[in-house]
Each structure stands twice: as C-alpha cells, then as structure tokens.
C-alpha cells in the first residue's frame, strides 16, 4: 500500500524542507509553502523514500525534505506514472503534471555524491481537488 511517509515545506525556496503534522493543499500548491502559486505545472513535488534509500546507501544520513519535496512517499513508483495520472492523497486529488525536473545549479547532495535522484525520480503535481493530508494518509490512483 502506498502512504504519505511525510510531508514537508519551507518558508523560502531554493532551501531544505521541514516535515509538519499536517497541510492543506490549495490550488498552487500547498497553503505555507514558498512554492505556492509560483508555477501552474510544478504546483507539489513528491519524491519515493525509496529513491531516497539509494543517496543514503552511498553514506548520506537524509531525513524527508533533503531534496525540498513537498510529500515523501512510500510503496509507489513515482516516476513510472505517466503524466496525467490522478492520486488519491487523503483528501486531495492531484495529477502528475512533470516527471523529473533540471537541477538549478547542482544541489548540495549532487556536489558531494556526483549524482541526485530527484531531477530523474521525483515528480510534480497539480492541486485538483484541495483538502488536508496527513503523514500516514493513503496514496491511490484514481481510475
């Protein structure tokens, strides 16, 4: 089954986010969060606990929002869904709108292990339904 492992934001972009108890999710992205209303496309980042698990195996110790992800995931493959997609997360109902994204300048994790998973792994969706979500809420895809 596929969860919220966390969920993150930060009160500036271009920053490390910190996980909090609960968001609510609005049209642009997440009410708090510095990437609110910044991009039609690129409204809520989510990147696997998974992909995650590969930096940490090269010695990295990376708690959720290393990679400024708005929702960290657990037991779904992110970036095999094809844009278009629509997730069920706890209240919401969000669709993949990107897969993948170009890193700004190289990240402080690509500097120190050559490589990052975000930019191939992580992905973005849109706000199509609003509501709140919870660590530990479930992720379904919407047929």
């Not at 606990?49 to 930096?55: F, L, Q």
């Not at 992110?78 to 700004?104: D, M, W, Y």
């Amino acid at each position: 089954m596929a969860v919220v492992l966390a969920i993150n934001i930060s009160d500036k972009t271009g920053v490390i986010k910190h996980p909090v108890s609960q968001a609510e999710f609005i049209s642009g992205g997440i009410k708090g969060d510095a990437h609110c209303g910044l991009s039609e496309i690129k409204q809520v980042s989510l990147l696997a606990n998974e992909s995650v698990d590969k930096m940490r195996a090269m010695g990295l110790a990376l708690e959720a929002g290393a990679f400024a992800e708005n929702i960290t995931t657990e037991g779904i493959i992110l970036n095999t869904l094809p844009i278009g997609t629509r997730l069920a997360i706890g209240e919401t109902i969000q669709e993949v709108s990107q897969i993948g994204k170009t890193c700004h300048h190289g990240c402080a994790i690509k500097q120190k292990t050559g490589t990052c998973v975000m930019p191939t792994e992580g992905i973005f969706t849109i706000v199509i339904k609003g509501g709140t979500v919870y660590p530990g809420d479930p992720i379904a895809v919407v047929k």
